[in-house]
């Protein structure tokens, strides 16, 4: 399974983005012989047993797909993936019978968006999202968590996009269940303020949030990583404080996040600068700002993504190891197997 890949289309500098002729498309196939399966494709001709057409996917898809088996039957159903004009897609493989198969469209964040202004707006999926089951006060949702940046011009040569990092609730949880829901920007809470943290908002967290990636330029290039309720994931900053010596160039610097899945509060207390104790918390080294939320990578360049180390521990892109609390689970039954000449 994997995407139709880059239309060089889109390095077209200055402009917005426009439609691509190749690459936008999802393709299934055989992987002794390569016989095509599936695919998904732009265009308004309806469904085959072998290709579903949908009219809004005129962009390309450079990007590794994420897949999954939703219900646990041991075959995948569920194809995640951003493209190059902001959109996020969902593919239900529900079913051994591919003519029942299906392209969704679940966001909208970029160019095609409601009130989209220009190259702010121009923002582009290079990199596959992470998906989490999980639940809150209103049910259950999928968490689809994805950033935006454009790969192809980290040093925004074309322009600077105002890039995200996002979390969106699908809450088509069930295997062959999805809909065009075209989530907008702006039905996505804004936690950029970190205000929920502070306690002084209570934004509408039912479709998901959005965080703004606020250094000039920055933008994520990796895949992020979820472990526990936190959510990982790196940026880049073309015009950050590099860590190349004052005989290298500069390659500008990386950042990397920590967040609640749920909020987008901080989880590790990255900046103890600000740590005061009290009654609850006497080293004062629990997090509780919005500079907490994040630390400068100790290398420079484009950072990867962040690594799972089990059971409790992360490999960050500058080769750190840091300890991540999490609730570590372990088996906790067993059985005896008899000989059946003695039942």
Known sequence: MFGGGYDMNKDLRGNVGTNDSIGNAIYVVNAETGQLIWKATGGSGGASAMEFQHPDLVDSIPSTLTTADTDGDGFTDRILVGDTGGNVWRADLAGSDSANWKLTLLASLGRHSAGATGKASDRRFFHRPDLVQAKDENGSFDAVLIGSGDRADPLDSGGTAV??????????????????????????????????????CAPDLTYGWALQMEANGEKVLATPLTMSGKVFFTSYMPQGVSKASA??????????????????????????????????????DDPTSKSDRSVDLNSAGIPAEVVTIPPNKILRPDLQVDSVDVATRWRTYWYVSEDTDLQ
């Open 163 to 200: 890039n995200y990092f996002y979390m969106i609730k699908d809450r088509n949880v069930s295997a062959g269940s999805s809909t065009d829901t075209s989530i907008q920007p702006l039905q996505l809470a804004d936690v950029t303020s970190d205000c929920l943290q502070s306690g002084s």
């Open 247 to 284: 005989c290298s160039p500069s390659e500008g610097s990386g950042r990397l996040y920590a967040v609640s899945l749920q909020t987008a509060e901080s989880v590790i207390n990255y900046d103890t600068s600000d740590d005061v104790p009290t009654a609850d918390d006497p080293e004062g």
